[in-house]
Nanobody, 125 residues
Framework: QSKVVESGGGLVQPGGSLRLSCTASGFTMDYYAVGWFRRAPGKEREGVSCESSSGGSTVLADSVKGRFTISRDNAKKTVYLQMNSLKAEDTGTYYC??????????????????WGQGIQVTVSS
């Protein structure tokens, strides 16, 4: 019943912007940990950004600090990842993850119960 679905990916040129959305359904509580992860072709999955809980601490990977912003709209059960100044290195499949629990280490993927199917982000000229 509980699930998350990503949207908003696509192809952009270097320096461009994209906003990814992750919509959750089936969660009774309006607070939970949410995270964005990505996997570049041929590489392992890495954490991008997360919130330990609704209104909790926010974490950004060093590679995206100053460029990406995570936000949440609890009324819409949606979390966003605003990506600015995109680089070719940002190319990959992006996954949204959610948990009904507070995750202190929210960039650790093993803490999440629900995952989206992934959405492609391609940054290329």
């Amino acid at each position: 019943q509980s699930k998350v679905v990503e949207s908003g990916g696509g192809l952009v040129q270097p320096g461009g912007s994209l906003r990814l959305s992750c919509t959750a359904s089936g969660f009774t509580m309006d607070y939970y940990a949410v995270g964005w992860f990505r996997r570049a072709p041929g590489k392992e999955r890495e954490g991008v950004s997360c919130e330990s809980s609704s209104g909790g601490s926010t974490v950004l990977a060093d590679s995206v600090k100053g460029r990406f912003t995570i936000s949440r709209d609890n009324a819409k059960k949606t979390v966003y990842l605003q990506m600015n100044s995109l680089k070719a290195e940002d190319t990959g499949t992006y996954y949204c993850a959610a948990s009904p629990l507070v995750l202190t280490m929210c960039l650790a993927p093993e803490g999440y119960d629900y995952w989206g199917q992934g959405i492609q982000v391609t940054v290329s000229s």
